[in-house]
């Protein structure tokens, strides 16, 4: 199968280093990157109605967006792009009704999903993991306190923006997402794996490890 008509989608709970996974996906293989979260944050910045609404549900709530908004958007998106090359769905579907929908979307463009890429990890693990995370508010980069860069470091290293712990990398706010998670995206790997396509890799390992795992499922 050539690279560029692989469509995937990856999922995992926080902190699974599907983001990071994702990103490796689209340099090596050169996929359109579709990352839901970044785009609804992008509209969570603007001064809108709307921007306020989205930004309440994701950033305070701990909630999930309805999913008719969330496919909207998803649609929106894969009109802007060319149909020549591979997508990766990163952050989405993260329902059922949103894994029909990505179909049917696909199926008009006369795509369809190749691969679901499935990394869980302990709920001790996202913790963990989150509780170390940190975000630049201006180019949304993800740094690792401790790792990436100084604990105490509160401008980006690579655009000067506010470094924050985003509310929902909190634990009230993971404990919210975990459980919202399992009752809602369970059901999704279970259909993707009814169909045949899902590829479950742990995401307890290092990231070369899972990123080795990965790749040795598309190559
Ligand atoms: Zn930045």
């Known amino acids: 199968m050539k ?30 990157h579709l990352e839901m979260g970044g785009i609804l944050r992008r509209i969570a910045s603007k001064k809108t109605t709307l921007a306020i609404k989205v ?27 060319p149909t020549s090359r591979g997508v990766l769905f990163d952050g989405f579907p993260r329902n059922l009704e949103q894994a029909r929908a990505l179909d049917k979307i696909l199926k008009l463009l006369n795509k369809s ?5 499935y990394m869980p990890i302990s709920h001790q693990t996202t913790i963990k993991r989150l509780a170390a995370r940190r975000t630049c508010k201006k180019c949304g980069r993800i740094f690792i306190a401790g790792q990436d860069m100084q604990r105490n470091i509160r401008q980006c290293p690579v655009c000067r923006g506010e ?22 995206t369970l059901p999704v790997v279970k259909y993707y794996k009814q169909r045949g396509i899902l590829i479950t890799t742990s995401g307890e390992p290092s990231v070369q490890k899972v990123a080795k795992d990965i790749i040795s499922n598309l190559v």
């Open 3 to 32: 690279s560029s008509s692989f469509n995937i989608v990856i999922l995992g709970p926080q902190g699974s280093g599907k983001g990071t996974q994702a990103k490796m996906l689209v340099k090596k293989f050169q996929m359109h």
């Open 163 to 184: 470094i924050y712990h985003r509310e929902d990398d909190k634990p009230i706010a993971i404990a919210k997402r975990l459980a919202i998670y399992h009752k809602r």
């Open 55 to 81: 930004n309440r549900i994701i950033n305070i709530d701990g909630r999930l967006l309805p999913s008719k908004f969330v496919i909207d958007i998803l649609k929106q998106e894969l009109d802007k792009l």
């Open 113 to 117: 999903l190749t691969h679901v890429f």
